[in-house]
């Protein structure tokens, strides 16, 4: 059981926008640590797609946008694309941990 | 560019002991705290050790606390992992990555992994 909460699965046509949450408390997210965003395509390592909360690294596209609120925070993808189908993990730190901890991923299927 | 290439994994019985490594190429590595991170099969990420770009600060999750011991040799550009006591669910892709400092460090770029399989 991961510390913090992803859907296991959502799912979009293409074009469409889809979210996906991360929830964590008060010893994690809420406590305002930052929150960080991987994209794992199949069969490949993990990459990261959102830093800081809202932050896009080089070549990630714009379509890709986070935000976070409370003990939460967001992944959004717009304009859905087939190479979108990925799992997605979010990452954030724990006080109570003392280390990095991670969602248990949710796997974005484009009908 | 900046990679990072992940070797040692295989198959060992449980009780057993593996060292993996980590390759770094294209940064200065000594500048950087790097981690493991694992993933068993079918499952999620999950965060297993760090170390300081010296070795002064090491920590480990505690999964693997007691048993698996992290270290670096900045001369050579190369991360270890020696795990003991090996057991079953420590079946998993080993990745190792590079933390990029900020309020909470990411992890940016991670190898391609390593797999290790612990079965009788």
């Known amino acids: 059981q991961s510390v913090l909460t992803q859907p296991p699965s959502v799912s979009g046509a293409p074009g469409q926008r889809v979210t996906i949450s991360c929830t964590g408390s008060?010893?994690?997210?809420?406590?305002?640590?930052?929150v960080h965003w991987y994209q794992q395509l199949p069969g490949t390592a993990p990459k990261l797609l959102i830093y800081g909360n809202i932050n896009r690294p080089s070549g990630v596209p714009d379509r890709f946008s986070g935000s976070k609120s409370g003990t939460s925070a967001s992944l959004a993808i717009t304009g859905l694309q087939a190479e979108d189908e990925a799992d997605y993990y979010c990452?954030?730190?724990?006080?109570?941990?003392?280390?990095?901890?991670f969602g248990g991923g949710t796997k974005l299927t484009v009908l | 560019q900046v990679q990072l290439v992940e070797s040692g994994g295989g198959l060992v019985k449980p009780g057993g002991s593996l060292k993996l490594s980590c390759a770094a190429s294209?940064?200065?590595?000594?500048?950087?705290?790097m981690s493991w991170i694992r993933q068993a099969p079918g499952k999620g990420l999950e965060w297993v050790s760090y170390i300081s770009g010296y070795g002064s600060s090491i920590y480990y999750a505690d999964s693997v606390k007691g048993r698996f011991t992290i270290s670096r040799d900045n001369a050579k550009n190369l991360l270890y992992l020696q795990m003991n006591s090996l057991r079953v669910e420590d079946t998993a892709v080993y990745y190792c990555?590079?933390?990029?400092?900020?309020?909470?460090?990411?992890?940016?770029?991670w190898g391609q992994g390593t797999l290790v399989t612990v079965s009788s």
């Open positions: 990555a590079r933390e990029v400092p900020g309020a909470i460090n990411w992890f940016d770029p």
């Open positions: 294209g940064f200065t590595f000594s500048d950087y705290y």
């Open positions: 990452q954030s730190y724990d006080s109570s941990l003392s280390g990095s901890v």
């Open positions: 008060n010893s994690n997210i809420g406590a305002g640590y930052v």
